[in-house]
Structure formats: structure tokens, C-alpha cells
């Protein structure tokens, strides 16, 4: 988490104590809820410990009120209590009584109402598809586009509408959380290098043990044989690295150039300044055991993707066109390579004009493609899945 960026800060009422904001939304206030249920205590005191004279009223429900009311002193500004009739299960719930108590309103009706039978339906129905339109872009208004949002809109206009505007929740990958911890180790192997301080591969391992997360994984098992590769994946690229003593110029290096009212934004893995020019680097951590298809991988990129889009940006940025560019391939130490050319370029630059017009237009028709759809991580509801029996 970027903790820089302007974002809503989630917590609860007990870790919001000695806090402060403008705006405060406290959210799920029925009843069993705030309050919360009443429940047995694991090992009751016995009565002859308890110290002066027993307590007036529920201890349980005065604490919860004091936290209501902590949670109500926050906001210096705006103060905004929230409840719903439903939360999933077959009940209507009742508004909390601390927010009768704290507005003066009249108490909520006893008891819990059942679901109407229509009720309980509709809670089952497919859930309705997001609109796919918009109004279009102003032509004075800025689109910033990264390869990734690029990427998503000239495979399929809706995964972008989907990714990038609705912004539709997703469940932790292990694949791409497994590649942010791999990256987070080799950017501090190579500042270390860059800044001549001493750097070893338990220093490197410890790195990415920090950056993991056990988010998504199927099994311990799996986490546990994921990690450990990732362990030996990453002695052994400190071993080539060192053994190599070629260090690069940069790392991690982020880029911005404008086409029009288009902000492209992205960063570069590693930028070489070898005998042929600048090469631009990028890491994958996904496995690759042929050389040929490393390259192939390479000049794939290139012509269409992320790559091609990289030289494009040293070139707008730096006014230097990269001789060439690469993929190093964690895993295995193979490396994938293609040279640059003006055809590609010319053609990073066409990618940037047509999902920038297109997105600016706010053309987000789905275009359904078996091989596209089968990886979309929208797939599961999207109804123009091409990956359903019979579509």
C-alpha cells in the first residue's frame, strides 16, 4: 500500500481512539452487530474476585457504547451513521439502539422481520450487469494509460471498463503476489550495489520473506513449495548478478511522457548502458526453460506489448532510442532478447492512440475471444464470457 496516497483509512472503533478525521462513516450499526452480540466469556471471574460493588446495568453494553461514542467523536467535520435491512441470511435487521439513543429517534420495532419469499429470491438472482458506457472524455480532460490499462483495452474494452473505471474487487493472486515479492528483493539488491553497501542472499531472501503474503494460496502446501522456490530462484540470481559485475545505471525508474492530453506513466525494471547503447530490462519471474522461446517472448513484447511501449518512453523522455530491450527470466537466469527498431515505435505509438481513443470515447463493447476470455480474471460473471458451454 501506498500510504502517500489520498485513500480512506478503514478501522475500527477501538484503533480509532486518539484519532481524528474530516469525514467519518460508521458503517454496520444494526443490532447483534454494534452492539455486538452477547456471548459467554471463555473463563468467567468468580464473583468473590470481583473488587467493590457489582456493577449497574450490562458491563458488556455499556463498553460497546463507549466505543459508539468514540467512534462518534472522530469526525471533526462530517459524521455519517449507516445501517441496512440486509446483510445476507434469511432476517431484516434493526437498526442499532445507539443510533435512536445518539439522534433522539424513537427506538427501532422489536424483534427481526423474515425475508418475503420474493425477497429471499431476488437475494439469489444473477447479479445485473455493469454498465458498460459512459459519457465520453472532454478533450481538454486528461486519460492517464500504463501498459497494463493499454494492454486490457485492446484485448477486451469491457475487462478495462471492468479493471480500470468500475474497478471491480478481485481476490488475491498468488501469482502476481509471488512476482511483487520477487521484484521487491531484486530492487534492494540492486540499491544496495548502486549505493556500494554490502548486500548478500540471505539479505535478499529476508527481503522477499517480508514482502509475502499467504493470500490466495490453495493450500499451506503450496505457499510453503512457492516460497522455498522462490528462496533458491533468488540465491542464485544474487550469484549470476554478482558473478556478473555488470551493474546498471538505474533501477526501478519511473517514466511519463504525454501524447496530447494522454498521460502514458510506468516504470522500468532496469536500465544497461552497455557497448551497443542502452538496454532496457525487465524482470519475469514466470518459468522459461527454452532460450528460443525467451527470445521469442522478447520480440513478442516488442512488436505489441509492454516492451515495445517501455522504448517508446526512453526515447520520448530521454530523447535516446534503446538499442535494445530484454526479459530476464528470474526462474531460470535465461535471458530473452530483441533489438529495436523504428517499426516498433511507430507501433507502441499506434497502441497509445487507439486505446486512448477508444477509452476517451467511452467505447467498451466486450470483444469475447476464447484465449483472451479463458485468462480474464472477469470471467466468472461477465456475460459476454467466451469461455461458457455454448457461447
Given at each position: 500500500?501506498?500510504?502517500?496516497?489520498?485513500?480512506?483509512?478503514?478501522?475500527?472503533?477501538?484503533?480509532?481512539?486518539?484519532?481524528?478525521?474530516?469525514?467519518?462513516?460508521?458503517?454496520?450499526?444494526?443490532?447483534?452487530?454494534?452492539?455486538?452480540?452477547?456471548?459467554?466469556?471463555?473463563?468467567?471471574?468468580?464473583?468473590?474476585?470481583?473488587?467493590?460493588?457489582?456493577?449497574?446495568?450490562?458491563?458488556?453494553?455499556?463498553?460497546?457504547?463507549?466505543?459508539?461514542?468514540?467512534g462518534m467523536t472522530r469526525a471533526k467535520e462530517q459524521l455519517y451513521l449507516t445501517h441496512a435491512l440486509d446483510y445476507?441470511?434469511?432476517?431484516?435487521?434493526?437498526?442499532?439502539?445507539?443510533?435512536?439513543?445518539?439522534?433522539?429517534?424513537?427506538?427501532?420495532?422489536?424483534?427481526?422481520?423474515?425475508?418475503?419469499?420474493?425477497?429471499?429470491?431476488?437475494?439469489?438472482?444473477?447479479?445485473?450487469?455493469?454498465?458498460?458506457?459512459?459519457?465520453?472524455?472532454?478533450?481538454?480532460?486528461?486519460?492517464?494509460?500504463?501498459?497494463?490499462?493499454?494492454?486490457?483495452?485492446?484485448?477486451?474494452?469491457?475487462?478495462?471498463?471492468?479493471?480500470?473505471?468500475?474497478?471491480?474487487?478481485?481476490?488475491?493472486?498468488?501469482?502476481?503476489?509471488?512476482?511483487?515479492?520477487?521484484?521487491?528483493?531484486?530492487?534492494?539488491?540492486?540499491?544496495?550495489?548502486?549505493?556500494?553497501?554490502?548486500?548478500?542472499?540471505?539479505?535478499?531472501?529476508?527481503?522477499?520473506?517480508?514482502?509475502?503474503?499467504?493470500?490466495?494460496?490453495?493450500?499451506?502446501?503450496?505457499?510453503?513449495?512457492?516460497?522455498?522456490?522462490?528462496?533458491?530462484?533468488?540465491?542464485?540470481?544474487?550469484?549470476?548478478?554478482?558473478?556478473?559485475?555488470?551493474?546498471?545505471?538505474?533501477?526501478?525508474?519511473?517514466?511519463?511522457?504525454?501524447?496530447?492530453?494522454?498521460?502514458?506513466?510506468?516504470?522500468?525494471?532496469?536500465?544497461?548502458?552497455?557497448?551497443?547503447?542502452?538496454?532496457?530490462?525487465?524482470?519475469?519471474?514466470?518459468?522459461?526453460?527454452?532460450?528460443?522461446?525467451?527470445?521469442?517472448?522478447?520480440?513478442?513484447?516488442?512488436?505489441?506489448?509492454?516492451?515495445?511501449?517501455?522504448?517508446?518512453?526512453?526515447?520520448?523522455?530521454?530523447?535516446?532510442?534503446?538499442?535494445?530491450?530484454?526479459?530476464?527470466?528470474?526462474?531460470?537466469?535465461?535471458?530473452?532478447?530483441?533489438r529495436v527498431e523504428e517499426k516498433h515505435l511507430v507501433a507502441a505509438s499506434a497502441r497509445v492512440d487507439e486505446a486512448?481513443?477508444?477509452?476517451?470515447?467511452a467505447d467498451f463493447a466486450a470483444r469475447p475471444e476464447y484465449n483472451a476470455c479463458r485468462y480474464c480474471p472477469f470471467?466468472?460473471?461477465?456475460?459476454?464470457?467466451?469461455?461458457?458451454?455454448?457461447?
Open positions: 500500500m501506498d500510504l502517500e496516497v489520498d485513500a480512506v483509512h478503514a478501522l475500527t472503533a477501538h484503533k480509532a481512539k486518539g484519532l481524528e478525521f474530516p469525514v467519518v462513516f460508521m458503517v454496520s450499526l444494526v443490532d447483534q452487530r454494534f452492539p455486538a452480540r452477547e456471548r459467554g466469556e471463555a473463563l468467567p471471574l468468580p464473583p468473590e474476585l470481583h473488587a467493590g460493588p457489582a456493577p449497574r446495568g450490562d458491563p458488556r453494553l455499556e463498553e460497546e457504547r463507549r466505543l459508539f461514542y468514540v445476507g441470511g434469511t432476517t431484516r435487521r434493526k437498526m442499532s439502539p445507539f443510533i435512536a439513543e445518539a439522534l433522539a429517534l424513537p427506538p427501532a420495532p422489536a424483534g427481526r422481520h423474515k425475508l418475503d419469499p420474493r425477497q429471499a429470491i431476488e437475494r439469489f438472482a444473477p447479479a445485473a450487469a455493469i454498465a458498460a458506457t459512459r459519457a465520453p472524455l472532454r478533450d481538454d480532460e486528461v486519460l492517464r494509460l500504463s501498459s497494463s490499462k493499454i494492454d486490457d483495452y485492446l484485448t477486451c474494452p469491457l475487462k478495462y471498463r471492468y479493471a480500470h473505471e468500475v474497478q471491480v474487487p478481485l481476490s488475491r493472486d498468488p501469482v502476481f503476489m509471488y512476482g511483487n515479492a520477487a521484484h521487491a528483493a531484486i530492487r534492494h539488491y540492486y540499491k544496495a550495489r548502486l549505493l556500494g553497501h554490502p548486500v548478500d542472499a540471505d539479505e535478499v531472501v529476508k527481503v522477499f520473506e517480508q514482502a509475502w503474503s499467504s493470500e490466495g494460496f490453495l493450500s499451506r502446501e503450496h505457499e510453503e513449495r512457492r516460497l522455498e522456490q522462490g528462496r533458491q530462484a533468488l540465491r542464485r540470481f544474487v550469484a549470476r548478478e554478482d558473478a556478473a559485475k555488470q551493474p546498471p545505471i538505474q533501477i526501478e525508474q519511473a517514466f511519463k511522457f504525454k501524447r496530447g492530453n494522454n498521460v502514458v506513466e510506468g516504470r522500468w525494471d532496469r536500465i544497461d548502458e552497455r557497448r551497443e547503447g542502452v538496454v532496457i530490462v525487465d524482470f519475469k519471474t514466470s518459468e522459461m526453460s527454452d532460450p528460443g522461446d525467451a527470445d521469442e517472448r522478447a520480440r513478442t513484447s516488442l512488436e505489441g506489448d509492454q516492451l515495445g511501449l517501455y522504448a517508446l518512453a526512453y526515447r520520448e523522455t530521454r530523447g535516446v532510442t534503446p538499442a535494445a530491450v530484454e526479459l530476464q527470466f528470474v526462474e531460470s537466469g535465461l535471458t530473452g532478447r530483441a486512448a481513443a477508444g477509452i476517451r470515447g470471467n466468472t460473471f461477465c456475460p459476454f464470457t467466451a469461455t461458457r458451454s455454448g457461447t
